[in-house]
């Protein structure tokens, strides 16, 4: 098969290519913080040396594994209480999450824009216990094909949204899955101003469009909404992070991107 031209592909698709291509860079580390060979062999499928993404130096590329590793956590610890519940990544890309958290009995659910979801069925095909839901996460309809009892994970997805699509989201998902859980990443507007200088995502042509300074926020947002769990990358020492772990007596800095746990409806 032909290598996929990553100059054809639509801004959006492209941005999923940076992730993938971190997760695979740290998997051949020694020290790695997180295992994914399948990423390692799903990047050699594009024409392009992905080495040339990621950023050397600074702290992006252990953060953005630091990420990953947070949500396949959140994942398994749903998992150990519902062994046969479902996973949903929305915003899936080329996660390979299914084949990092599976038990054997879980089922697991990607949503994505069409033009996303074409080029994962041809690099990670549908097979026994997953599902592919080729629509946007603003077209309720996608809420049907889930199989309760579930959890959602929006990695790198909610900022990109505007908060009136966000309230949306989460008053539907608490109405069709009353106490489900959904998780995601949130940034405080410290970080939305570093974020409009990124140029890999001014090219990709994505704008932050949601600050969330206060978690608390949320739960005013309707009945039962309920934040679990607030995670920052620099509550606990992390080795890999060196100096950059000195941020957590910063506020700004050490809530600049966190992870929460919300519980809905």
Sequence with gaps: MSKFK???????????????????????????????EQAVTLIVEFDEDFTRLIRKGGMDPTCTVMRVRQFDRFAQTFLSQHPHGSVVDIGCGLTTRFQRVDNGQ????????????????KLLPEEARTHLISRSILDDAWMEE??????????????????????????????????TEI????????????????????????EIHWVLDDSQVLETWGTGIRVLEEWKYFDKNEPRLRLYNWMRYIPAFNKANYILRVRLG
């Excluded at 990607?110 to 069925?121: A, F, H, S, T, Y």
């Excluded at 200088?197 to 090219?203: G, M, Q, W």
């Design 146 to 179: 889930i199989t309760p009892p579930a959890i959602f994970l929006a990695e790198g997805v909610l900022p990109y949204l505007q908060e009136a699509d966000i309230r949306h989201l989460m008053q539907k998902l608490g109405e069709r899955f009353p106490g």
């Design 106 to 121: 879980m089922s697991w659910f990607g949503l994505d824009l069409p033009e996303v979801i074409e080029i994962r069925r």
């Design 183 to 206: 998780v995601f990443d949130a940034i405080n507007s410290f970080s939305m101003k570093a974020h409009r200088l990124d140029p890999t995502l001014r090219k990709a042509l994505l």
């Design 6 to 36: 990553v100059s054809e592909l639509p801004p959006v698709a492209r941005t999923m290519l940076i992730a993938l291509a971190y997760r695979a860079v740290e998997s051949q580390r020694q020290d790695a913080l997180l295992k994914d």
